[in-house]
């Protein structure tokens, strides 16, 4: 009764409460939606570039150790030697790409790498289980992939963290 009172003396008082509470609401909802739609973004873009980082180094130096004679083209069926420095260089060039996005990351720069040595693991996977049956490696070798890219990830991401935190005590 009190509201139909309300309504019929002041109805621009009922409703404009209402009206600047829905307006202030979708305003706070759009401009949450803008700054979280600019972290995933950001996100998905430090993780991106380190992804094509790796990609591209790990592609480059396979080419160029392949067209200087050092590695056979298109298979590893070499001596251990060898695949323990295919490994190195990857997991050097893993790292710096893995440091790269918890860099670009907007935040949480361990979780960003993380999950960069996550789709790491699973490319690998991926990549061990494909060429098992195709003599191109020893299984080892991909496996071997699979079990250092998170750890990789995790040191360049407590490697970020640690620079930072060294910077930011020498500012």
């Known amino acids: 009764m009190l509201l139909l009172k ?17 307006t202030f609401t979708v305003l706070l909802i759009y401009l949450k939606r803008q700054i979280m ?13 380190g992804l094509i980082f790796i990609g591209i180094t790990h592609t480059a130096i396979d080419a160029i150790l392949e067209s200087a004679g050092v590695l056979p083209k298109g298979h590893l069926n070499v001596g251990t030697g060898l695949i323990l420095f295919v ?3 990857r997991a050097m060039f893993s790292l710096l790409g893995c440091y790269l996005t ?17 789709i790491g693991t699973v490319l690998s996977a991926v990549g061990a ?5 195709m003599n191109v490696a020893p299984a080892w070798y991909g496996w071997s992939l699979v079990v250092i890219a998170l750890p990789i990830a995790w040191l360049a991401g407590k490697m970020y963290l640690a620079r930072n935190q060294n910077e930011a005590l020498y500012q």
């Open 129 to 133: 289980i494909v060429t098992l049956n």
């Open 37 to 49: 739609n600019k972290n995933i973004f950001k996100s998905i873009g430090a993780v991106l570039a």
């Open 102 to 118: 918890a860099k670009l990351a907007p935040k949480d720069p361990m979780k960003h790498s993380l999950i960069l040595g996550g």
């Open 6 to 22: 309300l309504v019929v003396k002041r109805p621009s008082f009922v409703v404009s409460i209402p009206v600047r509470l829905i």
């Open 87 to 89: 490994i190195l260089y």
